[in-house]
């Protein structure tokens, strides 16, 4: 059986010395971004590696980009193959954030490179910590693999590309809190407001107040109610950076509503150029 969206952490616990799966810590904080790295060499899942968010999972910022722009492929698959991740095996990813950041961006980024076998770890490293799982401060010993995949570039969108969006087709889906949303409070991008037309899904509507997902027909109905009508395949997903739209990418997988792309230049990326619209409110 392969994971695909989301995994427990029963059945993580179980295969935790299956030489055929690879476990990946994320955690990351925006305003502090050694505090992942450093909580991950206090303790971890025992075999887990760590992926920096800046330095593993993003390219270069440049002046027409975003926070986190996407990684050059090329790099991303040496990595992953550096990580001990080939063609049959089954990836986990967690943070400590229920996935809304790096984890949903790693597993997000790994089915780009064409690696569907990676899920999210159900409830993260809380989770775990409240099941009493095992923790260690050993870093794990990898064996490097081959990894050959080639990015699908389907799955997301340029900003030229979402500048040209229809309404009556697309769906622009913004994943950021309401008051940011709104331009009410701006803590990280120097503009406030939103991409005129989008609709605000923040992420956190996604869990339970313990950090897991929503069960399946919960996320399914409140994406079909955004969806007005839409295919799946309408709604294309924002947030700040490309980074947390991963959440509600993963979300609507969850729920069965497949299709749906990623704006990854997000918010930070579309006010670098100060000519577009912007929208308050």
Not at 47 to 66: C, Q
Not at 82 to 109: F, S
Not at 243 to 269: D, F, I, K, P
Request: negative net charge; hydrophobic residues 40%; aromatic residues 8%.
């Amino acid at each position: 059986m392969t994971y695909t969206t989301l995994i427990d952490i029963a059945t993580l616990r179980v295969h935790l010395n299956d030489p055929d799966w690879v476990v990946v810590d994320c955690r990351f904080k925006l305003m502090d971004t050694e505090a992942g790295r450093c909580a991950y060499r206090n303790e971890h899942i025992p075999g887990a590696r760590y992926a920096h968010l800046d330095e593993d999972l993003s390219g270069p910022i440049t002046p027409l980009t975003g926070r986190h722009p996407l990684p050059d492929p090329v790099r991303l698959a040496h990595q992953y193959g550096a990580w001990g991740i080939g063609e049959n095996t089954q990836v986990v990813v967690y943070d400590d954030l229920g996935g809304m950041l790096a984890a949903a961006r790693l597993w997000w980024l790994l089915r780009w490179l064409g690696h569907e076998t990676v899920a999210v770890l159900d409830g993260g490293l809380p989770a775990w910590q409240r099941a009493e799982l095992p923790l260690t401060a050993d870093l794990p010993v990898v064996r490097p693999a081959a990894f050959n995949g080639q990015p699908d570039h389907r799955l997301w969108l340029t900003t030229e590309q979402v500048m040209a969006l229809s309404p009556k087709e697309a769906v622009l889906v913004d994943a950021r809190a309401a008051t940011r949303y709104r331009g009410l409070a701006e803590p990280i991008d120097p503009v406030a407001g939103h991409i005129p037309g989008s609709i605000n899904l923040p992420t956190e509507g996604n869990l339970t107040p313990n950090g897991c997902f929503l069960p399946g027909d919960v996320l399914r109905a409140r994406f079909t109610a955004a969806l007005t009508g839409r295919a799946p395949a309408a709604a294309v997903h924002s947030c700040g950076s490309g980074v947390t739209a991963c959440h509600n990418l993963l979300a609507m997988e969850t729920a069965g509503l497949s299709g749906s792309r990623l704006y990854a230049g997000s918010w930070s990326e579309w006010i670098s150029d100060p000519s577009r619209s912007i929208a308050t409110g």
